[in-house]
């Protein structure tokens, strides 16, 4: 069973960057699009940015100008960039592969913004 694994969440400073990866255990095929998702809690999950095969790009009002995702097709990677963070940013951010025939999870990372 191929997994995604999550890394680089933690604790930082209002202002303050991390860099997010997410790189799966095995061979996923017909993967369309890769995307960060966050859940804080009592609210709903919610996309943070997505990135398509052909390098398309959509990003969540409350982050655009200062997050960033990127992708490297040949490791089966997704990178999320974030700059600028705020306490409102905090959530539990979890990946998602979206295939042709289903879609992969992983079991996220926390990230903590202190003001």
């Known amino acids: 069973q191929v997994q995604l694994v999550e890394s680089g969440g933690g604790l930082v400073q209002a202002g303050g960057s991390l860099r997010l990866s997410c790189a799966a255990s095995?061979?996923?095929?017909?993967?369309?699009?890769m995307g960060w998702y966050r859940q804080a809690p009592g609210k709903q999950r919610e996309l943070v940015a997505a990135?398509?095969?052909?390098?398309?790009?959509n990003y969540a009002g409350s982050v655009k100008g200062r997050f960033t995702i990127s992708r490297d097709n040949a490791k089966n990677t997704v990178y999320l960039q974030m700059n600028s963070l705020k306490p409102e940013d905090t959530a539990v951010y979890l990946c998602n592969f979206h295939t042709t025939y289903t879609n992969y999870w992983g079991q996220g990372t926390q990230v903590t913004v202190s003001s």
């Open positions: 990135i398509t095969r052909d390098v398309g790009t």
């Open positions: 095995g061979v996923i095929f017909s993967v369309n699009a």
